[in-house]
């Protein structure tokens, strides 16, 4: 292949997937405390271990891929003599794509025969897994850099993330509901429902009371937005609560003719602003909510 794939660690694929399919994968970092970890698919900390220092309390913060980091991935590829598709965390949540922007920029003034592609992806977790995903199988097909690049822009508004989170303090740390609601909410059961829309920033929706309420809810919520009754695959990833991320799961596979799904972790820079506890569901569907 004549350019190298790339993507980070918002993705949200199993550890093994980025290998397996000679995918360049960038950490963003997370801090607890004074240690910085790079958020890389659970190999440094254990996603397990990652929640449960929340569940007793404590707030990481998260950091982006500077440029310079994008240049020091991107340029050896292009002193190679290959191109790069880099498909990049929303930039609606994270500032790390204007990172490789400029990194490609930069770059391109140096090797001017070379191309460093950036894509926003305007997609978050498994929903930029899943979009990954159909890349892999583009690429194994062996479409051009060009052809990857023009289907990416033309059907990523069509891959819907759909999300309940378990507890309402962390939304309100990112600044999505007041204290006194959150508090509240958490009181009474209240569950967010959340949306990414088409500038890839998390939006709630609305709330159910209950957490098998808010599960269903996903999957009664998939039907507005289905383009019919068969999924070649779909995605659930969840923050250290597997079970509710298999019941999610079940339940599309009854409604819904499913040829495969994939489970995961979300990863410590996603979790460490949703919190423990919280199940998202993704699809290539109808184009998504503005």
Known sequence: ??????????????HAYY???????????FSLGDKTVPDDAGQSMAYEEFYRIMRGGAMPTT???????YTRTFEPVLASARDILYIAF???????????????????KKYPDRRAVVIDSLCASLGQGLLMDYVVRLVREGRSLDEVHAWVEENKMQFNHLV??????????????????AMMGTLIGIKPMIYVNHEGKLIVDSKKRGRRHALDRLV?????????????????????????????????????????????????????HTGPGTVALFFLGKTRQR
């Open 1 to 14: 292949m004549s350019y190298v794939l790339m993507t980070d660690s918002g993705s949200d694929l199993p």
């Open 19 to 29: 290998g397996e399919n000679d995918i360049t994968m960038l950490s963003i970092y």
């Open 63 to 69: 950091s982006m891929i500077t440029p310079e980091d």
């Open 90 to 108: 929303s930039s609606g949540l994270s500032g790390s794509c204007q990172g490789a922007f400029m990194a490609a920029e930069e770059l391109a």
């Open 164 to 181: 309940t989170v378990d507890d309402l303090m962390h939304l309100h740390r990112g600044g999505r509901v007041s204290r006194a609601s």
């Open 220 to 272: 009664e919520w998939m039907g507005e937005y289905v383009g019919g009754t068969e999924f070649d695959t779909i995605a659930v990833s969840h923050s250290d609560c597997e079970a509710d991320a298999q019941y999610v799961a079940d339940r599309v596979c009854e409604r819904y003719r499913v040829g495969r799904v994939i489970i995961n972790h979300i990863g410590a820079v996603i979790g460490s």
